[in-house]
């Protein structure tokens, strides 16, 4: 079923608390997987998605991953402790060009905090802004630092997800490391071939109208 794979997104700077509302209230109703909204808004929808069957996430460092290390482990364990069950972080992608530790080092930072918090960790590697072999390295790095799942773009970059991206991340993973699939999925056809190369989850603002296209 199509709503399983759903990770039903509002990430609108301007979204007002009647369309969170919604959001939480549209995907309980189609036991999506996950709402993803930004922190601001986590108070509003821990309330109403408790024991709903339905994940709660938010996103950290977002949209553009420049933070310091030391300001996105705050940020989240702040959604942590506000009742989030899981965090959508974007990567360093200038420290990852730069080719140091930085990056490594803030994952594992992210990583730590599960001696704390039973949470799933979502890392966005942001595809539109990498070559392939960059895409191929941070599927492997992701895969050795046992993250639960690699994600492919923010919606925020001159493109989302493609077919391309996908092959190149299965080919690439461990078995282990899932894939959250998001940015410009728009039709249903687009969705199931997405699940059909490989993707665990799919990010995406038009989930009810996906779910209206889907048998």
Known sequence: MLATYLDSTNLKPDAGANEIRSLCEEAIRYQMAAVCIHP?????????????????????????????????????????????????????????????AYLINEIKALMALKDQYDFILKVIVETALLTVEELKYLTKLLTNLKVDY??????????????????????????????????GIKTTDFAY???????????????????????
């Open 40 to 100: 601001y808004r986590l108070k509003l929808a821990a309330a109403l998605m408790k024991n709903s069957g339905v994940s709660l996430c938010t996103v950290i460092g977002f949209p553009l991953g420049a933070n310091t290390t030391a300001s996105k482990v705050f940020e989240a364990r702040e959604a942590l402790q506000t009742g989030a069950d899981e965090l959508d972080m974007v990567i360093n992608i200038a420290a990852m060009k730069d080719g140091d």
């Open 150 to 183: 690699i994600k492919t773009s923010t919606g925020f970059a001159s493109r989302g997800v493609s077919l391309q991206d996908m092959q190149i991340i299965s080919a690439h993973k461990g078995p282990d490391l899932k894939i959250k699939a998001s940015g």
């Open 193 to 215: 071939k997405l699940i059909a190369a490989g993707a665990n989850r799919l990010g995406t603002s038009n989930a009810a109208q996906l779910l209206a296209g889907s048998d």
